[in-house]
């Protein structure tokens, strides 16, 4: 059977409910190559005391880690938020095949931004996107009360 | 006796030498706060199979590290080259108080890029500007040779 973009969208919400059990903004990634999860990490921001320590930063070290090499061609991450600049400028490097995200972040998101992902990087937006806002809101909400 | 802008952009440069003859891109950074360097790092990208791992997001880490803290206030990061688009977004999110870089990179940097660093943060450019390209084209003449 093969797996679809919600499968793996899935899989990267279940990183991003363990963000948020640690008080972490709540957000998800994995990296799939071939049909098979070979990266999975969730933000650690503060945890960590690190800004760079975002689900996609570690999700894309981890999975060049796994491959050996530092290119990701084949590979499609999936995260539950639109990648901000950085993450876009990690994602340009990478050289991956695809990116999927979930929820559209439109204050820090690279699409407002205008930041280009590599010229062989396509990207899809809005797979589970109301599971991740409404994992996102549930955060924010607690937060503030 | 203050120590000024060069001062610091030489100690950069002794970590892009670094870098340099560990066969990598030679990118050095340092971070410094109130006349203090409290992280130095050099580009790894090669050695870490990890395109995450530029000066300037080791230099991040690191600073943030030893402060305890994910925030940056009152730090200069010095840097060889003129950031990329995923450095800029992490020093974004860092909102430190301010850039140094010596050589510009009108192909990748961010200020071509047009990405904005923190509303709190301001940079300059072109401290030591001759020594960083000179590393920088020793470095590509002796690979393509």
Request: proline share 3%.
């Amino acid at each position: 059977m093969l797996l679809d973009d919600s499968y793996f969208m899935k899989q990267a919400l279940v990183e991003a409910q363990k963000a948020y059990e640690k008080d972490e903004v709540p957000v998800g990634a994995v990296v799939v190559v071939q049909q098979k999860i070979i990266a999975r990490a969730h933000n650690l921001t503060e945890q960590l005391h690190d800004v760079t320590a975002h689900a996609e930063m570690q999700a894309i070290t981890s999975a060049a880690n796994y491959l050996n090499g530092k290119y990701l061609k084949g590979c499609t991450l999936y995260v539950t938020l639109e990648p901000c600049v950085m993450c876009a400028g990690a994602l340009y490097w990478s050289q991956l095949e695809r990116v999927v995200f979930a929820a559209a972040d439109p204050k820090r998101g690279f699409v407002s931004a205008e930041v280009g992902l590599h010229p062989k990087t396509i990207y899809t937006q809005g797979v589970m996107e109301t599971e991740a806002l409404d994992l996102m809101q549930q955060f924010f909400i607690q937060k503030r009360g």
